[in-house]
C-alpha cells in the first residue's frame, strides 16, 4: 500500500484538467502520444511536461518503439478514480 505522501502526489499529478484528459485519452488510444497531442490541440513541449509530471508520479511509464516513446498506464486503478470523478 503506497503511503498518504505517496497518494497526495497522485491526487495532485491528476488535479490538472491537462493531465486528467491525457490519462483518460491513453486510456483508449494507447501510446500514440502524437495523435493525443493533435486531438488535444496543445504543443508538443505542454504535451511533454504534463506526460513527464504524471511519469514522476507513477501514474505513467514509457518504453521506445523506434523513435516513439509510448505511454502506458502503470497505476491500473487510476482509470476507477477518473471515473468516480467523471460521475460526480
Known amino acids: ?3 498518504i505522501e505517496d497518494q ?3 491526487l495532485k499529478a491528476i488535479a490538472h484538467p491537462h493531465r486528467m484528459e491525457l490519462v483518460l485519452r491513453l486510456k483508449v488510444d494507447g501510446c500514440n502520444v ?5 486531438s488535444m490541440g496543445l504543443p508538443q513541449s505542454t504535451i511533454s511536461h504534463h506526460l513527464l509530471i504524471l511519469k514522476n508520479a507513477g501514474i505513467l511509464s514509457s518504453h521506445r518503439k523506434g523513435t516513439t516513446v509510448c505511454y502506458s498506464i502503470e497505476i491500473k486503478e487510476i482509470k476507477e478514480i477518473l471515473n468516480i470523478l467523471a460521475g460526480m
Open 1 to 3: 500500500m503506497k503511503s
Open 34 to 38: 502524437s495523435e493525443i497531442q493533435n
Open 8 to 10: 497526495a502526489k497522485i
